[in-house]
């Protein structure tokens, strides 16, 4: 059965600074999503990673994957407030329904 | 503008009342989903249909349903025997036949019981 842990769950950090957000996911899995959620707001689809050693960047976030370790990681480069939110990574089933398996968020405030 | 819709935004429920949250998309995606979302917890997913006229539970499925007519609808009712529906709902839309099946979220409907 595939879980998915976010680590850290809450995440404080100043501005200009840098940091890694990690997802572990336990058994094997063909793809792994980022999602971002704003308080109170839906969500929104920043990254799918597709196969290992897979690289995604988009402004000062960056993903990559590493399905040998069952690791992927979201990683922010020199903060701004306006990346103040609740970050979600989730993982696809391999059984017969590819449904995801989300995990528990991290949320990241960033200081001025 | 391509996207999802769920109405109404927020909703109260008294014990024992049956109500339903509506999701409509217009991105002729096959498959939709419906998720629960608890404070400080990631998405369960409680109903998911891939075709219209079919659906499968998820892994929260028990004391709701859900009805799929159209491509474009997949209404969620939360029944009575749902013992604590208290929760934000998400509806999604995704394309089946794609190489990355990237689901996209309407803008969740906040249930409360009275």
């Known amino acids: 059965e595939l879980k998915v842990e976010q680590n850290p769950l809450f995440l404080s950090m100043q501005e200009g600074k840098n940091y890694t957000i990690y997802c572990n996911y336990s058994?094997?899995?063909?793809?792994l999503y980022w999602y971002r959620q704003d308080p109170g707001k839906s969500l929104e689809s920043l990254f799918v990673l597709l196969s290992n050693g897979a690289v995604k960047q988009e402004g000062r976030l960056m993903a990559s994957l590493d399905t040998k370790a069952r690791l992927s990681t979201l990683h922010i480069t020199a903060a701004v407030h306006d990346l103040s939110a609740t970050y979600f990574c989730?993982?696809?089933?391999?059984?017969?329904?590819?449904?995801?398996?989300w995990g528990a968020g991290t949320k990241l405030i960033i200081k001025p | 503008d391509g996207g999802i819709t769920q109405s109404p935004k927020y909703l109260f429920r008294k014990e024992g009342q049956n109500v339903t949250l509506s999701c409509e998309q217009n991105?002729?995606?096959?498959?939709m989903y419906w998720y629960r979302q608890d404070p400080g917890q990631g998405l369960r997913l409680i109903y998911y249909s891939q075709i219209v006229n079919d659906f499968q539970k998820g892994d929260i499925a028990e004391g709701y349903s859900v009805s799929r007519e159209k491509k474009e609808s997949f209404p969620l009712t939360v029944t009575s025997a749902q013992k604590n529906p208290t929760a934000f709902y998400l509806c999604a839309s995704s394309l089946v036949e794609a190489v990355a099946d990237t689901q996209y979220f309407g803008p969740g409907t906040r249930l409360t019981v009275l």
């Open positions: 991105l002729n995606h096959d498959a």
């Open positions: 058994t094997t899995s063909d793809r």
């Open positions: 989730a993982g696809r089933r391999m059984d017969s329904n590819y449904q995801l398996i």
